[in-house]
């Protein structure tokens, strides 16, 4: 299984961007998306969540600004991040726990798959 980040890039304060994640290989079933971001010199922080069934979860710092949202037929999942800020400078990493399967055997249970990170930059 392979987690592939992409849409990353500079933009100015206030402006938009749309960060996807596409999961690809032997895929069950995806349980917790997640997008977390670490700035230079700080540590990684959880951005924002999305279950199976039920509602989001954001940062206080996001929280109006930032929307996740999933496609389970698609493997996908994607932010969108409007209303950008100079402190949302940071390397953007998606996150799934999934469960595989290895021929006709599924995992019992779900595992922690990392995308590359993606650097997003705003300028002020």
């Known amino acids: 299984v392979q987690l592939q980040a992409s849409g990353g890039g500079s933009v100015q304060a206030g402006g938009s961007l749309r960060l996807a994640c596409a999961a690809s290989?032997?895929?069950?079933?995806?349980?917790?998306w997640h997008w977390y971001r670490q700035a230079p010199g700080e540590d990684r922080e959880v951005v924002a969540s999305?279950?199976?069934?039920?509602?989001?979860n954001y940062a206080d710092s996001v929280k109006g600004r930032f929307t996740i949202s999933r496609d389970n037929a698609q493997s996908t999942m994607a932010l969108q991040m409007n209303s950008l800020k100079p402190e949302d400078t940071a390397v953007y990493f998606c996150?799934?726990?999934?469960?595989?399967?290895?021929?006709?055997?599924?995992?019992?249970?779900?595992?922690?798959?990392w995308g590359q990170g993606t650097l997003v930059t705003v300028s002020s």
């Open positions: 290989g032997n895929i069950f079933s995806i349980n917790v």
């Open positions: 996150n799934a726990d999934i469960r595989d399967y290895n021929g006709t055997r599924v995992s019992s249970t779900f595992k922690d798959y």
């Open positions: 999305i279950p199976a069934r039920g509602s989001a």
